[in-house]
């Protein structure tokens, strides 16, 4: 405990940092307290008797990754989803289209033109989302006319537009990334929810003179959840590291080259974005039946409506993501290019030919990789479901996109902090 925590105080010692964990603090808070101002004109009673019935659907993901605002009708509703799609819209358009894929190459000025672009694709998803939400949330909305249509999804978008910006300006001015830290307390405050749903367990099973099973139940939640939470460290931190050697060259009266390096394959390229993929695509459908036709008795529309307390959801949730890690990780990560960089050089993989051999050589170790990290996000993706088969308890607060963004987040700021102080350390050293 002493090793976790002195990175943090050694931090605090030095005014410059102390300075930017006070700042980032701050911007958090700003932010929990605008999770509690309302969008006037509507109904929270009525979004949070919506979560509760799709609890597991998509607006139960949004509630979740904003901290609860989407309950309580804020001006946060939609949380930082709006970015998020149009991060993940832009990056795969940027492997699509040529142009995009240049730009990003540029270096700064090409990530500055990208980075406002997702801006701009925010905003407007984030109207279009508004809208969505104000035209399917008849009984949440007081008083339908233009006027109310207006406030409602301007002040929702508006909300997301603060949000973003509050993101930038940690970055900017604070530690860590605040997209990302965002959506991490955001999870953590529904810690108390959590300790609310084991206490009621407990106290479930005492009423009925059986308060030793109780107990049981709850200490092996427990133990599943520090279990998953150390799973995931180790997987988000493995890597296969592929040795590649560079030949000795002479440019001038200087020798270079001549030593030996690897390239890092990460077990989990993709993270999070295939739960999301799958989550979203399995959700789509019974949302729009539950905004459209909620007192629907067609057999088949309540069949896709109640599809998550179908047996058969968890299998084909899991093929979802082992689908789309494989199809998100071989978009991101090119091996022809990677093995002509090589080439052009000087490098190689020992025992591996340069060119085709040495790209299907890390095509094969992404691929066996890849499948390790593919069954691992599936379990961790159907294991709130199958713990709620087992055990009986409903609505699991722990699910597999939040702990992999909470342990991500978590370990990239310990990283940042580090980073930091090892920079004040050498500068005092050279000073």
């Known amino acids: 405990m002493e090793s976790v925590f002195s990175p943090l105080r050694s931090a605090w010692r030095i ?172 999870i953590l405050s529904r810690g108390l929810v959590a300790f609310s749903a084991l206490y009621n367990i407990i106290r479930g099973y005492a009423q009925e003179g059986q308060l030793a099973i109780g107990v049981l139940i709850v200490v092996g939640i427990v133990a599943v959840f520090v279990a998953v939470v150390v799973m995931v460290i180790f997987v988000t931190q493995a890597e296969r590291r592929i040795p590649v050697q560079y030949a000795k060259r002479v440019v001038g009266r200087k020798m270079y080259g001549g030593q030996s390096t690897h390239i890092p394959i990460k077990v989990n390229v993709a993270g999070v974005v295939p739960i999301i993929f799958a989550m979203s695509l399995l959700s789509f459908f019974p949302t729009i039946i539950g905004l459209v036709a909620p007192n629907t008795q067609n057999k088949f529309l309540l069949g896709l409506m109640n599809f998550s307390s179908n047996p058969l959801y968890m299998l084909v949730m899991a093929l979802l993501v082992l689908f789309f890690t494989f199809f998100y990780t071989m978009m991101v990560f090119n091996p022809i290019e990677l093995a002509n960089n090589i080439r052009k050089n000087g490098g190689f993989i020992p025992g591996i030919r340069p060119g085709k051999p040495t790209s299907d050589y ?28 087992i055990t009986g308890v409903k609505n699991m607060w722990f699910g597999g ?31």
């Open 15 to 186: 005014a410059d940092l102390r300075k930017k964990l006070i700042v980032t603090a701050l911007l958090l808070l700003v932010y929990r307290l605008g999770v509690y101002i309302p969008v006037p004109g509507m109904n929270a009673s009525a979004l949070a008797a919506m979560i509760n019935t799709q609890s597991g659907g998509l607006f139960g993901f949004m509630n979740i990754i904003g901290g609860g605002a989407f309950t309580n009708a804020s001006i946060f509703a939609m949380s930082i989803t709006p970015y998020i799609n149009a991060s993940i819209i832009l990056q795969l358009l940027t492997i699509a289209i040529p142009a995009l894929e240049r730009l990003q190459k540029e270096g700064e000025e090409g990530r500055k033109k990208l980075a406002q672009w997702t801006r701009y694709g925010t905003v407007i998803l984030g109207f279009l989302q508004a809208t969505f939400m104000y035209i399917g949330f008849r009984n949440a909305i007081t008083q339908r006319n233009v006027m109310s249509f207006l406030t409602i999804t301007l002040a929702l978008t508006a909300g997301t537009a603060f949000i973003m910006w509050l993101g930038e300006q940690i970055n900017e001015y604070g530690i860590g990334n605040g997209i990302s830290l965002i959506i991490f307390v955001n």
């Open 362 to 389: 890390i095509m094969n170790v992404l691929k066996r990789v890849t499948w390790f990290g593919a069954l691992f996000l599936a379990l961790v993706t159907i294991l709130p479901s199958l713990l709620e088969l």
């Open 401 to 431: 996109t939040s702990l992999l963004i909470m342990v991500g987040v978590a370990l990239e700021t310990a990283k940042q902090i580090e980073s930091q102080l090892m920079m004040r350390h050498y500068k005092g050293f050279l000073e």
